[in-house]
């Protein structure tokens, strides 16, 4: 496995037929809690509602159904200690929703020990809601002895009064090892403000910089400590003991800080919650800031190494990898995701950034299309939205009738009103009653355009009908023209087809746009630090 690639579809099914065995050097999912709510949102349309699709890919994952009992009598066939975890879990949580949850865990979870390398790491992040449910599956499938850390996550952020309970403020990351022995860790440090007046007084100075210095530890081995005393980092005492120097550096906004031993407790990184400007906030109500991800990634893996997470849902982890130069791996069940992770990463990386991944799973040719019509008519219009950059909208009652997506743009630059596209998606047989109706929803919408997206060619008197709409005419520049009404089939998109209208103002086509990616700036950089 070289290079990145996207997977859409059922993650267990994916890690069974393309994953191979011991390739995954770092494992990271966040999977749907099994909380209050019935899925994992991955946005939220104006009202608080979810996605169609999502709604229809989570609505029974979380129920004891035939599917979950298949899950279970999959670990009970596996056999060993997960399948007598499960067992225990099945006489004291009977056919509950949490039964549910681990039962369709469970298989998932062993998939992703076999493709981790003996050197490993895996990191589960969960909330309190199952976290003791699933530390003791993941002791039964990975080891009690390969368990790493329980790392809580801190933050501060929005809450629900409750007379009753104290206010939640973490999330848990289970670490485990494929092999606690053999697992590879970096320095597990972060950057830790200097005051000023501590600069001189309590750290010594060579010519390479500041720098203060501790003892090592039992897991320094003798090539760690050569390879440090090759880059300058270690200090030998009279008594030839050898001492570990750290270098004071500068974080990006200059200030003067010194690398510090990581604990299990991070609370120097914010939820994006709480920082409603973040300017990595993408509105996303699940969405995990890129600092959490970048310490993992970080302290688990090297350049060129490979992770792999399998719920990818708004794509942080493969953002994160791919801008730290390790290749790596998401898989989400929903096509919302899927077209969410391929936006960000071309908003965050370039156009170019389309030439260094692959997606499968997705419909490539008309035949692909039609049978993801006949599957899931749902996950289809999801699918067929983003081919145009556009996301489904939740069906309300009422306005959102006869409306599956919405696009914007400006008409002469980004400071002239927003105009909106309304897009409807047919995945069966059609005819001139849904360009009529479309045209209704254009005119009640005041909509600048409506385009109309179907599996099967249009009828040619839903041509004329489309003819008859007239030409949207763009208030400051009079002359030009778009066909109002528009109708672009899967076949016209798959050959590269798009959508007629000011493509060079484009507002918000499908969700906020990512941030540009930065250069990282080296964190081991000796700093002759004189003030």
Known sequence: MEGNTLYYGDNLDILRRYIPDESVDLIYLDPPFNSQQAYNVIFEEDNGTGSASQIEAFDDTWHWTTEAMDAYEQVLDHGGQPAETMRAFRAMLDDTDMMAYLAMMAPR?????????????????????????????MDGIFDG??????????????????????????????????????????????LEPVAAEDLRRRYRKDEDGRYFYTTPKGDYTDESIQRL??????????????????????????????????????????????????????????????????????????????????????????????????????????HIAVNLMKTRLRDTFGEEVESEYEVIGEPTDLA??????????????????????????????????????????????????????????????????????????????????????????????????????GFYHPPHDPDKKYPKIQILTIEDLLEGAKIDCPYAYRASATFKRAPRAKRAKAKNQKMNLDE
């Open 145 to 190: 002895r390969n368990f790493l850390n329980e790392i809580i996550w801190r933050y501060e952020g929005p809450q629900s009064p409750s007379p009753t309970r104290f206010a939640t403020k973490h999330d848990v990351c289970l670490r485990y090892a494929r092999d606690a022995r053999e697992v590879y860790a970096g320095e597990l440090y972060h």
């Open 368 to 469: 692909g299309a039609r049978q993801l019509a006949g599957e899931d008519r749902l996950q289809f219009e999801s699918w067929a939205l983003g081919l145009v950059g556009a996301r489904q909208t939740q069906k309300k009652p009422g306005a959102d009738r006869g409306i599956d997506g919405r696009l914007y743009f400006h008409d002469a630059s980004v400071d002239s009103p927003t105009r909106q596209i309304i897009l409807s998606v047919k995945s069966g047989g059609v005819g001139v009653s849904f360009v009529r109706d479309l045209r209704g929803v254009v005119d009640r919408e005041e909509a600048a355009l409506g385009v109309l997206i179907t599996l099967e060619p249009p009828t040619k008197p839903m041509v004329k009908e489309a003819a008859s709409g």
């Open 229 to 334: 005393e090759q880059e300058g980092r270690v200090l030998r005492t009279r008594t030839g003991k050898v001492r570990i120097k750290y270098f004071l550096t500068r974080d990006e906004a200059g200030n003067v800080v010194r690398r510090k031993k990581l604990a299990d407790v991070w609370d120097d990184i914010p939820s994006l919650g709480l920082a409603a400007q973040a300017e990595e906030k993408l509105g996303y109500p699940t969405q995990k800031p890129e600092a959490l991800l970048e310490r993992i990634i970080e302290a688990s893996s090297n350049e060129g190494d490979l992770v792999l997470d399998p719920f990818c849902g708004c794509g942080t982890t493969i953002a994160v990898a791919h801008r730290l130069k390790r290749r790596w791996i998401g898989i989400d069940i929903t």
């Open 109 to 137: 979870l062993i998939e992703l020990r076999r493709v981790l390398k003996e050197t490993g790491s895996i990191y589960l992040h969960c909330d309190p809601t199952a976290s003791h449910y699933l530390k003791v599956l």
